[in-house]
């Protein structure tokens, strides 16, 4: 009995070897470079920046005539004009500075949102590849410390299952 076991235990870790383990490896950046999905996401980012940026340079050219206009006349008001404008320079930094971190909110959650189905339909589109080919994995090439030169890039197969040519 004892020695059925002892060889039970031998013969285990050849039999976990046969497994065939299929790797490949895709390039992610590649696939950014060639989907048309993501030049509309650009030109959709690169709008909303600047249009933020517009509003954010507003704001600031307002506060910087308004603070232009004290300095040059802040000897010639009386005291209670020259407080109130000081005042409204204040609220006027607090409100650049609110508008600049709602823009960056604005943009976070922008970003996500057009991103997100780029990115569903990639890992579709790998994880049919892997499923077709029969692959156990499917690495990043940056994440690799190693790749021989008989590694299989499934990079083209899944640019093909996207359906760009």
């Given at each position: 009995?004892?020695?059925?076991?002892?060889?039970?235990?031998?013969?285990?870790?050849?039999?976990?070897?046969?497994?065939?383990?299929?790797?490949?490896?895709?390039?992610?950046?590649?696939?950014?470079?060639?989907?048309?999905?993501?030049?509309?996401?650009?030109?959709?980012?690169?709008?909303?920046?600047?249009e933020w940026e517009k509003q954010i340079a507003d704001a600031k050219n307002e506060h910087d005539?308004?603070?232009?206009?004290?300095?040059?006349?802040?000897?010639?008001?009386?005291?209670?004009?020259?407080?109130?404008?000081?005042?409204?320079?204040?609220?006027?930094?607090?409100?650049?500075?609110?508008?600049?971190?709602?823009?960056?909110?604005?943009?976070?959650?922008?970003?996500?949102?057009?991103?997100?189905?780029?990115?569903?339909?990639?890992?579709?589109?790998?994880?049919?590849?892997?499923?077709?080919?029969?692959?156990?994995?499917?690495?990043?090439?940056?994440?690799?410390?190693?790749?021989?030169?008989?590694?299989?890039?499934?990079?083209?197969?899944?640019?093909?299952?996207?359906?760009?040519?």
């Open positions: 009995m004892k020695k059925l076991i002892v060889l039970i235990l031998m013969l285990l870790p050849m039999g976990l070897m046969a497994q065939e383990v299929k790797v490949a490896v895709v390039d992610i950046s590649k696939l950014y470079e060639v989907m048309p999905e993501v030049k509309k996401y650009q030109e959709a980012m690169d709008a909303a920046t600047k005539t308004k603070y232009a206009d004290l300095v040059e006349k802040g000897d010639s008001l009386a005291d209670n004009i020259k407080q109130w404008r000081t005042q409204e320079l204040v609220e006027l930094q607090q409100k650049l500075e609110n508008l600049y971190n709602y823009a960056q909110k604005s943009l976070a959650d922008k970003d996500k949102e057009l991103m997100a189905p780029i990115q569903e339909k990639i890992e579709k589109a790998i994880k049919d590849v892997g499923d077709e080919n029969g692959y156990t994995y499917i690495l990043h090439p940056q994440a690799v410390l190693y790749q021989s030169p008989s590694a299989i890039d499934a990079t083209e197969k899944v640019i093909a299952k996207l359906g760009i040519k």
